[in-house]
């Protein structure tokens, strides 16, 4: 059954997740306290739990209109192409079905963007509502890609890690997919800057064998030795 995505704020969110990135490393050559702090100057230096809260209560207060408003834009947006993309998933993943889940977009303060494959959930920032198209494909994609990887054997010779910078750059590929593109009105950049480097080797696989079961069994040992 195809899901359909529901569009909440989630202001308890926002304060968990903007704590937790503010005190996040590094990963794949992001910066996320950074990020963040770009958005949201307001929270350089914050590291206590209140003080992000906080900050949260406030921002929530002098901007609402303004979050409910990007919202309903990005739930309107992405209705108009709904059917469109969950017509397009079976192309390249083939007999794979959607895993159970909520599938809640959070429009959020929040600019990392994070998902939660437990649940089928994803904040989507508020700020970028011409760009939410694409990052709720993103995030879609990493649910079933990960429901594929499971089917596979390359899913036990991977560990964590090595599973989520394979579903980053499977992402990096399909979302450059003519087909994906007109969905999403834009060709997404590469999310990661590690990823940057090794992206047309990728993308060469990807070339070879456009479905995500071809690029997992082929891309699972490039990515053994990448990282």
């Known amino acids: ?38 958005y949201h100057p307001g929270l350089k230096g914050k590291r206590l739990k209140g003080e992000v809260d906080e900050y949260v209560d406030r921002y929530y207060a002098a ?25 397009l998933v079976p192309k390249y993943f083939p007999d794979v079905a959607w895993p159970e889940g909520k599938y809640i977009c959070y429009v959020a303060i929040d600019p990392v963007g994070p998902r939660f494959l437990s649940n089928c959930t994803w904040q989507t920032p508020y700020l970028w509502p011409d760009q939410a198209k694409g990052q709720i494909v993103h995030e879609l994609l990493h649910f079933i890609f990960y429901a594929q990887i499971k089917l596979l054997p390359q899913n036990q010779m991977l560990n964590q890690e ?42 060469k696989i990807w070339k070879a064998g456009p479905k995500a079961k071809d690029f997992i069994t082929t891309a699972t040992t490039e990515i053994i030795k990448d990282f």
């Not at 909440?8 to 304060?15: E, H, P, S, T």
């Open 63 to 87: 901007h609402r209109k303004k979050i409910f408003d990007s919202k309903n834009k990005i739930h309107k947006s992405w209705r108009e192409v709904e059917c469109d993309f969950f017509s």
């Open 162 to 203: 090595q599973r989520w910078h394979l579903s980053e750059i499977f992402n990096d590929v399909i979302q450059k997919e003519n087909e994906f593109v007109k969905i999403q009105a834009y060709v997404p950049e590469i999310c990661y800057p590690d990823h940057q480097k090794v992206h047309s080797k990728y993308l």
């Open 1 to 38: 059954m195809k899901p359909k995505v529901k569009f909440q704020i989630n202001k308890a969110l926002d304060k968990k997740m903007l704590f937790e990135f503010l005190g996040a490393g590094i990963k794949a050559g992001s910066d996320f306290s950074a990020a963040i702090v770009e």
